[in-house]
């Protein structure tokens, strides 16, 4: 049985992407059959060893703000990896023990760090691409969400084919699926919209890369002569996008745009599934974990064509240009379409099904059993 060592000290506390991918990972790893041990924040020890059914090892407090973490990473890790001993060390989000002996296998979820480094802070842009790079050299073998992402860091990073497993996420669909009415209500009451008022969902940080502002302005048009025009309902947490407070400032007051902003994981399902249309008009993602969680909710979709996305949504979503105008044009013609939405709802569910952790575990064991070789 393969002993590997999962760093999930960087797993933010609102579980977010990164969060819920190792998450989800972390059992479907031990169902898999390997001997796992987690090493993570302290407030997490006690999830991580539900999770895994071994005692989870906790980092100094000291470790929670990230520049701390990160020296940690380097000095602190390498003492864990002598208690533990095991035959790998798994990084599932960029950085890595730089020093380690030990083979090592790291998580790249992206490479818009280097095809879009507009759309990501002075700071986490060039931090980011020279851990990648440093992965890229270091790792036995790194894992990617998707082939666009594999691609990319192929295209833009010189990474070697060979040493990059790709492991499409998964969707769990006891968590994420066509909702009951009664979960619909309890997340319209949370928002305080009433039962007759229709909404456009977006789920995701509000970062520059999620294109927000130009799904305001195209909601704006979408929303023109219309008698009960649907609320804008933009989940997930505060990001850095400088535009979107002057997006939100030109809203005329007769629309409604709501930001309850990070929302419990158990009450997606009725956020996403009570929606008319989720609209994630990304400008970039190395899978697009929203995309999936809207498709197993079953409701219709409308994202874009950039790197990944059509990856995950395949012929089971809408799809748009990412300006204004043609965001505007494409939730006009989703709004005035029932049959499409319900058509595209259908089609959702069935090709999330497809997307499981289990096969993401699978996906990783190959990635791990190649770093040991």
């Not at 760090?113 to 980011?128: C, E, I, L, N, Y």
């Not at 874009?304 to 949504?313: C, K």
């Amino acid at each position: 049985m393969l002993r590997v060592l999962l760093d999930a000290t960087a797993v933010p506390a609102d579980r977010g992407g990164v969060g819920r991918y190792v998450d989800n990972l972390v059992p479907a790893l031990v169902g898999a059959g390997v001997d796992l041990r987690v090493a993570c924040q302290s407030h997490d020890a006690d999830h991580y060893g539900r999770l895994s059914g071994a005692d989870a090892v906790s980092v100094p407090r000291i470790a929670r703000r990230p520049p701390a973490r990160l020296a940690w990473e380097q000095l602190g890790l390498a003492a864990i990896t002598r208690r533990v001993a095991p035959q790998l060390v798994h990084s599932p989000h960029y950085t890595h023990p730089i020093f380690s002996r030990t083979p090592l296998v790291v998580t790249l979820h992206d490479a818009t760090f280097f095809t879009d480094p507009a759309v990501h802070t002075r700071v986490k842009g060039p931090f980011f691409r020279t851990a990648t790079r440093s992965a890229l050299r270091r790792a036995g073998c790194c894992v990617v969400p998707s082939q666009a992402t594999a691609d990319e860091l192929v295209r833009v990073a010189a990474a070697d084919p060979a040493r990059l497993q790709v492991a499409h996420l998964g969707v769990d669909t006891k968590v994420f699926a066509p909702p009951s009415a009664a979960g619909v209500r309890a997340v319209r009451t949370r928002l305080g919209l009433a039962a007759d008022q229709p909404y456009i969902a977006f789920l995701g940080t509000l970062e520059p890369r999620k294109n927000v502002p130009a799904l305001v302005g195209g909601w704006v048009a979408a929303c023109r002569g219309r008698v009960n025009p649907p609320a804008l309902v933009l989940a997930g947490g505060a990001g850095w996008d400088t535009e979107l407070d002057s997006a939100l400032a030109a809203v005329p007051p007769s629309l409604v745009v709501l930001r309850p902003g990070y929302l419990p994981v158990e009450e997606l399902a009725g956020l996403l599934g009570g929606a008319e249309i989720v609209a994630y008009p990304s400008l970039g993602e190395g899978f697009g974990l929203p995309v999936l969680e809207a498709m197993a909710c079953g409701v219709a979709v409308l994202t874009t064509r950039r790197l990944a996305l059509p990856e995950v949504g395949g012929d089971a979503v809408a799809y748009t240009e990412p300006d204004p105008a043609a965001i505007g044009a494409a939730l006009i013609g989703l709004l005035d379409d029932s049959a499409s939405r319900k058509a595209l709802a259908a089609a959702g569910i069935e090709r999330a099904a497809g997307f499981t952790w289990d096969a993401c575990a699978t996906a990783h064991v190959e990635a791990y059993e190649r770093a040991c070789r």
